[in-house]
């Protein structure tokens, strides 16, 4: 014996038919099994007979509810304000999406804006210097990019380290090349960092007190 969608629950294999509806008609799968559903009709039942039993299983709640208490065209009227309803909440949810990913970006935008990428010219020994770089983070900059970009660019040792003394990490760039790495810094293509959130200071070694 065969039973149309809305009598499948009547019949022995229940699993089966469920799984046969979400496969071939996945909208009146949707219809007959979804929760939303269902608490819509139990709450429309329960407002006008307060006796009905909780205890009948949820399908046979639904599809019983569905065919001997409310006509077809009710059933429409109710899903069509159900599914306005579910608009409602899923665009005032996304407005607060919107809203918060609007504020992360006005905060990064504004940490960027105040932001500086620091170029040390750092004395080792008796005219010896390297060069170190530190802030790129801020600016989205990838510091082992940057760091190999660097040493192809000038043809020199240029490695990631660890700041001294500090957090974070730097760029070391062997030999005296702050201005040229202000200059791709802030007029390189794929840079472009502003040239006010770069600033060039030079850190010379301490001699000993003789």
């Known amino acids: 014996m065969s039973y149309t969608a809305a009598y499948c629950e009547f019949g022995g294999t229940v699993k089966k038919c469920e799984e046969w509806l979400e496969k071939h008609h996945p909208e009146m799968h949707e219809r007959f099994y979804s929760q939303e559903y269902a608490m819509m009709l139990f709450e429309a ?17 639904i599809h019983s509810l569905t065919h001997s208490l409310f006509p077809p065209d009710a059933i429409a009227a109710s899903l069509s304000t159900l599914s306005v309803d579910a608009q409602k909440r899923a665009a005032k949810d996304a407005a607060k999406k919107a809203a918060k990913a609007t504020a992360a970006e006005e905060r990064a935008a504004e940490k960027k804006a105040s932001s500086k990428i620091l170029i040390k010219r750092v004395e080792r020994n008796k005219r010896k210097y390297v060069t170190a770089v530190s802030g790129l983070e801020a600016f989205g900059l990838d510091l082992k990019k940057v760091s190999k970009d660097f040493g192809k660019k000038f043809a020199t040792g240029s490695s990631v380290t660890k700041v001294a003394g500090g957090t974070g990490e730097e760029i070391v760039v062997q030999g005296d090349l702050s201005d040229e790495i202000w200059e791709m810094l802030v007029e390189g293509e794929g840079y472009g960092v502003p040239e006010d959130n770069v600033d060039c200071v030079e850190d010379k070694k301490k001699k000993s007190a003789g």
């Open 45 to 61: 039942t329960a407002s006008v007979h307060p006796s009905y039993s909780l205890s009948r299983p949820a399908s046979c709640r």
